[in-house]
Every structure is written in structure tokens, then in C-alpha cells.
């Protein structure tokens, strides 16, 4: 049965995008392919291939060759590749947003403020590989010993759909900075700028096979990269039980693993918050992205002295949110990306009405001609939750945010604490002295004070607990793609003789 295609177009049309491997586009080697959906339509927009374990051999194959040549190039030759990507990237820009709003359903104001910030990540490891100093360690005596950071080889990086270029790129740029050649398995729900970011690399003057594509589905495609006997490091983003059984196959074969698994955020709002601030910080943290990222503000936690008004203008602001066709430029916030995810959040919705918490506002799918065939999800506000609920412990990914109040710093930080993840937190107050202490008391990768959900490619990014392990972004990331190598040379010009009977006190280390 043919899917309806938007545009009218039909299966036959020139709606496919290729693989890419070794430089080239190509097929599966099947024939087989996916239909990649519009989520504000329900509609399929193009296909793209249903890469096998033959077709990752042959992307595995592809980068071993790339490798061979990228990672015997200098620094500065990379870094001259890397930030004419960059400059190539900010010039198609448009061409980039429009396909992220098309295959995610995210606003098109929300993709262009995100996706404007991508270039930096090309240029900011552009620098790192040119200026990375290797180090002399005082290993004393007659010897010198330094080391050098070289290239693991072919690593596989594995993508989810809510950021699909950006957390691309986090990945993508080290590892090309540091000499490493890529083949990349995409979400197959969203896989087309990984796909168009082929072409801004080759123009740049990446050589062929350094940065291959394969497009499918997870068990099938992503299971075959991340068995590869090939691949010298997995780097994946996704849900925790699929990062621990990642991470298991990358610890029987003693390869690098880095993961950026599950979240669940707590905003902490303390007593000194202006309500206003409070609010606008909330529904940022609860609704952007219709709250599908790892960082979302999901457990919206408020002192209780201000905790009834702080919900009563969060809610006026959330009923006042403009969901709707994500290529508007008056959306607020776009659908959810699929059938699969909105039948998880009203799923959770049901559990939480269950489990005895407050339907504040929401809870409902929204649908109407602007809407119709579009898997929108009114944004939803749970009052009167407690720690132990499922909606409070478990990660939804969805626009739905759990309120419950604190009395003191004491048990905001146990709230905060309080569930198994540790990849995000904030904290607001004026209060300096008081929003640091409380921060340096969450157990989570990255803490922000008086604001949420923000990066840059210096800052290290990575979670605690089942959040994950390793960290993108900075030096710290881009050590992460090199092995490490001890050069010690001994400058003595006396001969050594460890077995030497002359009388003499030897050195053994």
C-alpha cells in the first residue's frame, strides 16, 4: 500500500534521498526502503534507504579507507576543511531549517535560532585540532617523556530524531577533528540532514569515506554498526536501556563507548523569583522542543510560598501558546514526531490522571482543519505530584511538566536528586550565594543557574547516574576521540647495564 505523499507527490516521484557512502549516494543494497513522515501532517515527504548489514560492511569499508588518508593529515589541514564547512553550512542554512521543521515538526523561529549555532562547532574544533599541545610529563632523571593524542580510527555515531543535525554535530565535529573517520546511523524518523551535511563536507574538501551515512532501522541497520568488529568507538544518543545494551557490546570488545541516554530535569524556582521570570524560565524549560530533549524542565519544583501563583501564570501561559503548523512563524510549538510518541504521552497522561495528580491544563490531543493529520499534543500540566509517581520518576518526552512544591534548600536538593537520571538540572534565585550551593549539590552533568537549556561547543555536555557516560562539547570530548600514546626517551649518555657488576646503584623506574 502506497502512503499518501505530501505535495501529491507518489512513491515514483524524486522524493528519495540516498546513502551515502565511500563519497558516493547510493541505495540499499536490498532495494528496500523507509517512508520518513511529516509530523504536523501524518503525511510521508521522501524515503530513504533500508540499510542491511551489507550495507554497513560496506560503509565500515568505506571509512577504513578514509581513515587512511584523513587520519595521516595535519591539523592544520583539518582544520582549514573544518572551518570551510562551517562558512558552507552558514550559507545553506535556510535549506538546512526548512528540512529540520519538515522531518521534526519543530517551529520553523525555534530551528532557525538552533540551527544558526551549528557552524560554531566546525570552527571551534577547527581550533582545537590546530592549537592542542601535547604534554611533557615530569617523569625525571635523564628522560623525557611526552605524549601524543592519535586518532581512534573509524567510529560510529549514532543519532537520535528530536536534534538531528545539531546532536550530529556535537559528535561529528571532534571526531573529525581529531583525525577520526565516521559512519553515522541517523534516526530513521528523521534522517535527512544527516544526509544533506554529506554535501557541505565535500564541498568543503573532506576526502571520500570519511564521513558515510547508512539509513534504517535500529535493529536492523543500528545493530549491525554498533557489532561491527570495524568500529573503534560507539557514540550514541538515546534511551537508557539501549545505551546500557550498547555500552555492554562496546565493553566485550574493549572500544570507547560514550552516552547521552535518558533525562528528567528539575527546575528548582525558589521564594526570591520574581513570578513573571518564574513563568517565562518554566514554560521555556517545559515546552520547547513540545518538551522531546533530554534536558527538558520536566519536574517543575517551587517553594511553597510561591507555588500557587508561579502555577497559576505558568498555566495562563501555557493555555496562551500558539501550537500549530510548524512553518508559521507565529508557532509556539509544533507536534510531537510521531504516532509512537503520542501514544507514549497519552499514555502517561492516563497514568498520572491514575496515580491521583491534578490535571492542571491540556491532557488532550489537539485537532482541527490547521491541525488535521498532525500528531499535536496540548501542553500539559500536572499539579499536586509527588516523587514517587511514575510521571514524576519516568522520562515522558512529550510537553508535560510535573509540579511540586519544597519547603527549604534541604529538600530541594533531595527532590532534585530524587529520581535516576542526572544529565540536567536549574536553579533560580537572585541569591547567588544560595542558587550555588544548591546547584553544587545536584547530581547531574550540567546545572544551570537563572537559565535552562543552554550550550556551546566549549561547554562539556553529559550526564550522572543513568544519564549517560562521557561528555560532548570542549576539550574533554575531543580527548575522547584519541588514544593516548607515552613516548619515553631516555637522553642519559652513560650506556645502562641492568645486569652489570660494577657496584652501582640501577634504576628500575
Known amino acids: 500500500m502506497t502512503m499518501k505523499r505530501e505535495d501529491g507527490l507518489m512513491a515514483s516521484d524524486n522524493t528519495d534521498w540516498p546513502m551515502l557512502i565511500g563519497g558516493r549516494q547510493t541505495a540499499a ?140 554535530t556535537k559528535k561529528l565535529a571532534p571526531a573529525l577533528a581529531a583525525g577520526n573517520a565516521v559512519v553515522v546511523k541517523p534516526s530513521e524518523v528523521a534522517p535527512v540532514t544527516p544526509i544533506m551535511l554529506g554535501e557541505v563536507l565535500a564541498e568543503a574538501g573532506l576526502p571520500d569515506g570519511v564521513y558515510n551515512v547508512v539509513t534504517g532501522l ?33 565493553g566485550k570488545r574493549l572500544i570507547p563507548f560514550a552516552g547521552e541516554l535518558g533525562g528528567k530535569a528539575s527546575v528548582v524556582v525558589f521564594e526570591d523569583v520574581d513570578i513573571e521570570q518564574a513563568a517565562a524560565a518554566t514554560l521555556f524549560a517545559s515546552f520547547v522542543a513540545a518538551g522531546q530533549t533530554c534536558v527538558q524542565g520536566a519536574r517543575l519544583l517551587v517553594h511553597e510560598s510561591i507555588h500557587d501563583a508561579v502555577l497559576a501564570r505558568l498555566t495562563e501561559r501555557t493555555n ?26 497519552e499514555k502517561y497522561v492516563a497514568i498520572g490522571k491514575d496515580e491521583g495528580a491534578r490535571l492542571v491544563t491540556g491532557g488532550e490531543r489537539l485537532g ?12 500539559t500540566i500536572f499539579a499536586d505530584v509527588t516523587n514517587d509517581m511514575r510521571i514524576a520518576q519516568e522520562e515522558i518526552f512529550g510537553p508535560v511538566v510535573c509540579v511540586m512544591k519544597f519547603k527549604d534548600e534541604a529538600e530541594a536538593v533531595s ?28 547530581e547531574a552533568g550540567i546545572v544551570w543557574i537563572n537559565d535552562h537549556h543552554r550550550i556551546d ?48 646503584q640501577k634504576r628500575y623506574s
Open 29 to 168: 543494497l536490498s532495494g528496500k526502503t523507509i517512508d520518513v513522515i511529516n509530523p504536523a501532517t501524518g503525511n510521508a515527504f521522501c524515503t530513504v534507504p533500508a540499510a542491511d548489514a551489507d550495507d554497513v560492511d560496506a560503509a565500515v569499508a568505506a571509512a577504513q579507507k578514509g581513515f587512511a588518508v584523513w587520519g595521516k593529515m595535519s591539523p592544520l589541514e583539518r582544520a582549514t576543511i573544518l572551518n570551510k564547512a562551517a562558512d558552507l553550512l552558514q550559507a545553506r542554512m535556510p535549506e538546512f531549517v526548512a528540512a529540520e521543521v519538515r522531518q521534526t515538526g519543530r517551529p520553523v523561529r525555534e530551528m532557525r535560532a538552533q540551527l544558526a549555532r551549528t557552524p560554531e562547532w566546525y570552527s571551534y574544533f577547527a581550533a582545537v585540532a590546530r592549537t592542542y599541545e601535547s604534554k611533557v610529563h615530569p617523569f625525571g632523571g635523564a628522560h623525557i617523556n611526552y605524549g601524543r593524542r592519535l586518532p581512534l580510527g573509524v567510529v560510529a555515531l549514532v543519532t537520535p530524531w528530536n536534534h538531528p543535525l545539531l546532536i550530529l
Open 218 to 250: 535500529g535493529a536492523t541497520a543500528g545493530a549491525a554498526l554498533t557489532n561491527h568488529p570495524g568500529i573503534a568507538k560507539i557514540d550514541l544518543t538515546g534511551g537508557t536501556e539501549t545505551g546500557r545494551h550498547v555500552a555492554a557490546i562496546a
Open 320 to 345: 496562551a501558546l500558539r501550537v500549530g503548523a510548524p512553518t508559521d512563524e507565529a508557532t509556539q510549538m509544533g507536534p510531537v514526531i510521531s504516532t509512537q510518541q503520542l501514544a507514549t504521552v
Open 368 to 379: 482541527d482543519a490547521e491541525r488535521e493529520g498532525g500528531y499535536f499534543y496540548a501542553p
Open 415 to 442: 527532590l532534585a536528586n530524587g529520581t535516576a537520571f542526572g544529565l540536567a538540572a536549574s536553579v533560580w534565585s537572585p541569591n547567588i550565594a544560595k542558587a550555588k550551593r544548591v546547584a553544587e549539590g545536584i
Open 457 to 504: 561547543p566549549s561547554s562539556p555536555w553529559g550526564g550522572f547516574k543513568d544519564s549517560g557516560l562521557g561528555k560532548e562539547n570542549g576539550i574533554v570530548c575531543y580527548e575522547g576521540y584519541t588514544r593516548m600514546q607515552s613516548i619515553v626517551v631516555n637522553t642519559a649518555e652513560e650506556p645502562f647495564d641492568w645486569f652489570a657488576d660494577d657496584g652501582k
